[in-house]
């Protein structure tokens, strides 16, 4: 089993920064990814971020490139998301996830409110 554990969310101003952290615990050697969902109120979840273990290579959704970075800590087994430039339409939970053998594992989520 892994354990996420999501932390940083809060409330920001438009324009401000965040960074939200998804520590990982339990069998996080069978982990191949690790990234972010959001959902917003009425809305689906929808991706946000994705960072791979090995290489570390990563991809984000169109809404969020150039204003969010996805890093990682191999050491912590931690995964980050680095929020600049936000929009009231960040507004959401995030969602930590990993890819642990071929399946989604999720985090608790954390509340993201950006204000106009």
């Known amino acids: 089993q892994v354990q996420l554990v999501e932390s940083g969310g809060g409330l920001v101003q438009a324009g401000g920064s965040l960074r939200l952290s998804c520590a990982a615990s339990g069998r996080t050697f069978s982990s191949t990814a690790m990234g972010w969902y959001r959902q917003a109120p009425g809305k689906e979840r929808e991706f946000v971020a994705r960072?791979?273990?090995?290489?570390?290579?990563?991809y984000y959704a169109d809404s969020v490139k150039g204003r969010f970075t996805i890093s990682r800590d191999n050491a912590k087994n931690t995964v980050f998301l680095q929020m600049n430039s936000v929009k009231p339409e960040d507004t959401a939970i995030y969602y930590c996830?990993?890819?642990?053998?071929?399946?989604?594992?999720w985090g608790q989520g954390t509340q993201v409110t950006v204000s106009s």
């Open positions: 960072i791979m273990w090995s290489g570390g290579s990563t």
């Open positions: 996830y990993a890819v642990v053998d071929g399946r989604f594992k």
